[in-house]
């Protein structure tokens, strides 16, 4: 196990998927301490040669944590999800305070609301609920769906309690 051992393992990775810097490091980490486990291997000096390995494919630039927020914005943001579980989830995976404050500066304003209605349509809630018998008896759960996706209770109730669905959406 050396440096070539882990570029190859962090080639074949990015190759693959979009990462962080940081989901890189903690990918080859990873993969060093379960050789070390099964083999007896120390892992010290591999694990010290992580950072230069990473640097090497950032320079290259097969691993850029600005191209990879975009991407996982988007992609999130398309699932419907809320900005607070965006940013819960971009700081999880790696992604620098200062690259997700440039991410989110170039938001649209009502960007949460829609975010909240593309997530209402995936689920059936409020408008969009097939039983008009029931959506007054799910009124609460659906709120409740929303809030635990980071939705604020203005945004949730202006769904929620929405009697047609906006066009635009």
Known sequence: ???????????????????????????????????????????????ATIPSVVDALVER???????????????????GTSMARIRATMLGKGVGEEILQEVLAEVEPNAEITAAWKLAQRRGLGPHCKDESRRAKD??????????????LETALGVVDAETIPESR
């Open 1 to 47: 196990m050396d440096v070539a051992w882990l570029e190859q393992h962090a080639l074949r990775y990015v190759a693959r998927w979009e990462s962080s810097a940081a989901g890189v490091a903690s990918l080859l980490e990873r993969k060093v301490r379960e050789r070390c486990e099964r083999t007896d291997e120390s892992a010290e000096r591999v694990l």
């Open 139 to 152: 009124r609460e759960r659906h709120l409740g769906i929303l809030a635990r996706q980071g939705f604020d």
């Open 61 to 79: 630039g097969y691993v850029d944590d600005r191209r990879y927020a975009d991407g996982l914005f988007e992609r999130l943001r398309r699932h």
